[in-house]
């Protein structure tokens, strides 16, 4: 005997899109949104430079840190001495108090 499935009472018959799944996830998880990071990489070039923009990359958002990858060690300093400008330059694109700090970790290819 099959028996038809229905929602809970209260539980919406559509199923919920994967950004909003995401999006809420991503928030429990680092107090970020994903449209928060998707912001600073669609901004990327505008927030590091041409040179920078391609050699690093935006990774995610948790605890208010900007987490920046690269594959060399210069570069990461480099990056670590900009600090303030990248904040600032991130800030431009999203709310101001989202991100705090950098945290830049350098990714062995």
Do not use: C
């Not at 590091?48 to 987490?67: A, C, D, M, R, W």
């Amino acid at each position: 005997m099959l028996m038809k499935w229905d929602p809970l009472e209260g539980e919406q018959k559509q199923p919920k899109k994967l950004d909003f799944l995401l999006d809420s996830l991503l928030h429990k998880l680092s107090g970020s949104s994903s449209q928060d990071i998707t912001v600073i990489i669609d901004k990327w070039e505008s927030i590091v430079g041409e040179k920078f923009s391609q050699i690093t990359y935006p990774t995610h958002i948790k605890n208010n840190k900007l987490h920046i990858q690269t594959n060399d060690a210069v570069i990461a300093q480099e990056l670590e001495w900009r600090k303030a400008q990248i904040l600032n330059a991130t800030k431009s694109y999203i709310s101001s108090d989202r991100i705090e700090a950098l945290k830049i970790t350098i990714k062995k290819t």
